[in-house]
């Protein structure tokens, strides 16, 4: 057992020859960054967006010192209420880079499921997008916090005491995204408020984290009462992404199509940290489970990989097209989060030509 300089902690490494990670989840993305720059680290179809590493890292700095600017600390709750896309990654990273805990917030939630997490959590800042589908996020939130109808952008609401700005992003164009109601702020708020913080403070604070620091909140399915929170650290999910990279013999070549929901840890940490662990690219190919967008993504980005639960691997099989998509480049992915018979494990790995696919 040997002491770790510094944070007086003490970890006793057993069950295998590789050592834990000990840094925090900014000191490692530094590390892929300047070894990874160029390579691409997530393509998004259904925003027609695709960013390398290097400008990746510039917006997940700049998002930070947003937040930064908008008084974000440090422990601060910042919860996240949005279906897939890069907006919500680069939050993963930019809480993370200050030091932020991260609070995942289901999509589906309707106001009482909302209001039941962000209190519990006592979250003090939520992104939102504007709606999905028949869920309109804005109009939820009114009927929650009524406050937002009102000029004050920073209205503490009487409802959820600790919660300081609320705001609104469109995956289609975030920077220009429209105020609904004058009680929101905007993504095109957050760039602009970055513009008044050093960049240089970003890099003090990083090297004030602690790989222990709570860094994320994630709530469970809530199947036998109301849903439980559950508090994990930079060392927790780092450690997890990137030996499950390893199991995968996931490289900085491989390609990851995620089709899982990001809220969830399939979708957080074993396949965006998974990814960003070790310079492997994400893919998302829409904000919500589409079998025919996972299987053209698979095809027009050469996807090594593919994530999903037992259902989302038979509606890829069973769908009508599925022949005529050319699956040739996946190797691995995981199948998980309620069994996985052997007929269905032996379909996708016959094929869909996952040889080396994992059950989570």
Same mark, same amino acid.
């Given at each position: ?11 006793l ?9 000990? $840094?925090t /989840? ?5 590390? =892929?960054?300047? @070894?990874?720059?160029? !390579? +691409?680290?997530?393509?998004s179809c ?9 400008q ?9 010192r947003?937040l930064l600017?908008?008084?974000f ?5 910042i919860?996240v ?7 919500w ?6 809480t $993370?880079? /200050?030091g932020?805990i991260?609070?995942? =917030?289901?999509? @589906?939630?309707r106001? !009482? +499921? ?5 209190e ?9 997008i ?10 939820m ?15 503490r609401?009487t409802?959820?005491?600790d919660?300081?700005?609320v705001f ?7 920077a ?8 929101? !702020? ?12 050093p ?7 990083r ?10 909140i ?5 199947t036998t009462g ?5 508090v ?10 990137y030996f ?8 900085a ?7 899982v ?8 940490v ?5 990814c ?5 690219c994400?893919v ?8 025919g967008?996972?299987?053209a993504a ?5 996807c ?5 639960v ?24 995981i199948?998980a989060g ?6 269905l494990m ?6 869909m030509n996952?040889?080396?696919i994992l059950?989570?």
């Open positions: 057992m040997a002491e770790v300089a510094g944070l007086g902690h003490s970890y490494h057993r069950g295998g020859s590789t050592p834990l990670i000990g $840094a /989840i900014p000191e490692h993305f530094a590390a =892929v960054v300047a @070894a990874h720059g160029d !390579r +691409e680290a997530i393509v259904h925003q027609n967006r695709r960013l390398t590493y290097r990746l890292s510039e917006e997940v700095d700049r998002v930070a947003g600017a908008f008084g600390a440090k422990g601060d709750r919860g209420w949005s279906t897939d896309n890069i907006e990654l680069v939050l993963q990273m930019a $993370a880079r /200050i932020a991260l609070v995942n =917030v289901n999509p @589906a939630y106001p !009482r +499921e909302l209001a039941y997490a962000l519990r959590s006592k979250v003090q800042g939520l992104f939102t504007p709606q999905f589908r028949h869920s309109d996020y804005v109009t939130l009114v009927e929650l916090l009524p406050e937002l109808a009102k000029d004050d952008a920073s209205t609401s409802t959820l005491p919660l300081r700005h609104v992003y469109d995956p289609k164009s975030p220009t995204t429209a105020r609904p109601l004058p009680g929101f !702020r905007t993504w095109g708020d957050l760039l602009a408020a970055a513009e008044t913080v960049a240089a403070r970003l890099d003090v604070i090297d004030d984290l602690d790989r222990d620091d709570a860094i994320n994630q709530y469970t399915s809530g109301c849903p439980k929170a559950m994990l650290t930079h060392f927790n999910i780092l450690n997890n992404a499950t990279a390893q199991a995968m013999r996931f490289t070549d491989d390609r990851l199509c995620v089709p929901p990001f809220y969830h840890c399939f979708g957080m074993l396949a965006n940290l998974v960003l662990a070790v310079g492997a994400l998302v190919p829409e904000e919500h489970f589409e079998p967008a996972v299987l698979i095809e027009a980005e050469r090594t990989a593919i994530h999903g037992p259902t989302m691997f038979i509606a890829e099989l069973e769908h009508p097209r599925f022949a005529d998509f050319d699956l040739s480049s996946l190797r691995t992915g199948m309620a069994p996985c018979p052997e007929a032996n379909r996708v790995i016959g094929d996952c040889r080396e059950i989570g």
